[in-house]
Every structure is written in structure tokens, then in C-alpha cells.
């Protein structure tokens, strides 16, 4: 019977050894694309998006950098009036995430976001007068701000293709206050 055990805890540490690539960042993009084809996985998501050449779990390691330094050029070329009581509102948590994690890097305003926990913490460090919001179609803005107007896009390989391309927005305005438009945003998902 003992030596069944070992044969038995051997074959679940090499199974283990071998998908442990799929769940951990061990290689490169392009290593773990040709390993995955090798064992026959596709790159998949949780969520009723398209995916690129990696899955979601993956996918969603890439594209934060480009996109704090995108918006930071945004940032940058306001004038300083625009940039009292400014904050940068992202579409989606990762985005908001993302603006938060190189904010002191890259000098940028506080990340607002109405989606799960960031609409609970709500937007009142924002005057709400400019907002640089990543992300949204023009029209919907344009429902909310007197104007709209693109200033920058963020690119991005291997993120999630929803995330690649985003507009960034310079948004002034707001046709009803800020804390009044709060509640109507909240998307919890």
C-alpha cells in the first residue's frame, strides 16, 4: 500500500508543478502563450468579455502602467485652476486601482469610480467642476457635463481588450452637482 501512496503524491505534485504556470506569473507573456497551447487552454474570463492572447487573470496584471502614465499626461497639460479639487474617475475598479497605485509616482489627483466599494467611498474629495474620467462614451458624458473633450488614450498590450484604446476625458461642468450624480452611478458588479 505505501508505495501506492508515493506514486499517488507524486502524480498530484507533478500535476501541481505543471499548472502551477496557469495560475502564478512564472513566464513571460509569450512563454506562457505557447505553454498553455501545448496543454490545449484557451484563454478565458469570468465575465461576458472578449480576451486576448491571455486570460483574464492574467490579462489584468498588464496595462495599469500605461494607463496612470496616459492619464497623467492629461494630468499635466491643465492648467493649475483646473487642478484644485481635481480627481480622475475611473470606469471600473482596476482603473481606479491603477490611477491610486502610481498616484504619488506620477503626481496624480485622488481615483474616484462608482463601481463596488469605490462608489461606497464616494467622490467628496472631488469639486466635481473638472473631472479626467477614463473611459465612457462620449454621449453619456455629454448627459452629465456641459463639456466633453479627449485629451489622451491609453494603450496597452495584453490587458483585457475592453482596456486597451481607452479614451481619456477632460470633463467640465457638471449640469447637477457631483454628489447628486453619485448615487445614479453606482454600479455594483
Not at 13 to 28: D, E, W
Not at 134 to 143: K, S, T
Request: a neutral charge; aromatic letters at 8%; glycine letters at 10%.
Amino acid at each position: 500500500m505505501r508505495p501506492l501512496r508515493v506514486v499517488a503524491v507524486l502524480v498530484v505534485i507533478g500535476l501541481g508543478l505543471l499548472a502551477a504556470p496557469l495560475a502564478r506569473p512564472v513566464m513571460t507573456e509569450d512563454t506562457l502563450v505557447r505553454y498553455a497551447e501545448v496543454l490545449g487552454e484557451k484563454p478565458g474570463t469570468d465575465e461576458r468579455q472578449a480576451v486576448g492572447r491571455l486570460n483574464q487573470f492574467f490579462a489584468d496584471m498588464h496595462g495599469w502602467r500605461e494607463l496612470a502614465e496616459a492619464t497623467a499626461g492629461v494630468v499635466r497639460e491643465l492648467p493649475a485652476g483646473d487642478r484644485a479639487g481635481l480627481c480622475v474617475f475611473g470606469q471600473n475598479y482596476g482603473e481606479a486601482g491603477a490611477i491610486e497605485y502610481f498616484a504619488r509616482q506620477l503626481d496624480l489627483p485622488p481615483a474616484i469610480s462608482s463601481h463596488n466599494n469605490y462608489w461606497l467611498w464616494g467622490a467628496e474629495r472631488c469639486t466635481g467642476r473638472v473631472l479626467v474620467v477614463i473611459g465612457g462614451r462620449r454621449a453619456r458624458l455629454a448627459e452629465l457635463f456641459e463639456q466633453v473633450e479627449e485629451r489622451g488614450r491609453s494603450r496597452c498590450q495584453d490587458c483585457m481588450p475592453y482596456e486597451n484604446e481607452l479614451p481619456i476625458w477632460v470633463v467640465r461642468g457638471p449640469r447637477r452637482p457631483l454628489v447628486e450624480i453619485w448615487p445614479q452611478i453606482k454600479r455594483f458588479i
